[in-house]
Nanobody, 113 residues
Framework: QVQLVESGGGLVQAGGSLRLSCAASRSIFSINTMAWYRQAPGKQREFVAMSRSAGNTNYADSVKGRFTISRDNAKNTVYLQMNKLKPEDTAVYYC???????WGQGTQVTVSS
């Protein structure tokens, strides 16, 4: 399994941007699918975005057109660029592989109105 460490969260006003990073403990070159998830207070963890090694991506409808997932295999890092943030984007954000590895600590994103 791979260890994952998320960073880049913070407090931002609605309409602002953040870029999250997910650093892996080993090469992600051979990992087909990397994904971002989020969990808001009192809610279940939900899918946000997915990146496959072939280059295709998928997004939850709620973030489509605002968020962009990317991966840098040379740096063993996956990114989530979040633009036009909304208060409903407030959550702890996690990255993971598919199939799942051990969940990291996540990074808190808070969007104020």
């Amino acid at each position: 399994q791979v260890q994952l460490v998320e960073s880049g969260g913070g407090l931002v006003q609605a309409g602002g941007s953040l870029r999250l990073s997910c650093a892996a403990s080993r090469s992600i070159f051979s990992i087909n699918t990397m994904a971002w998830y989020r969990q808001a207070p009192g809610k279940q963890r939900e899918f946000v975005a997915m990146s496959r090694s072939a280059g295709n991506t998928n997004y939850a409808d709620s973030v489509k057109g605002r968020f962009t997932i990317s991966r840098d295999n040379a740096k063993n890092t996956v990114y989530l660029q979040m633009n036009k943030l909304k208060p409903e984007d407030t959550a702890v954000y996690y990255c993971n592989t598919l199939p799942f590895s051990v969940w990291g600590q996540g990074t808190q994103v808070t969007v104020s109105s």
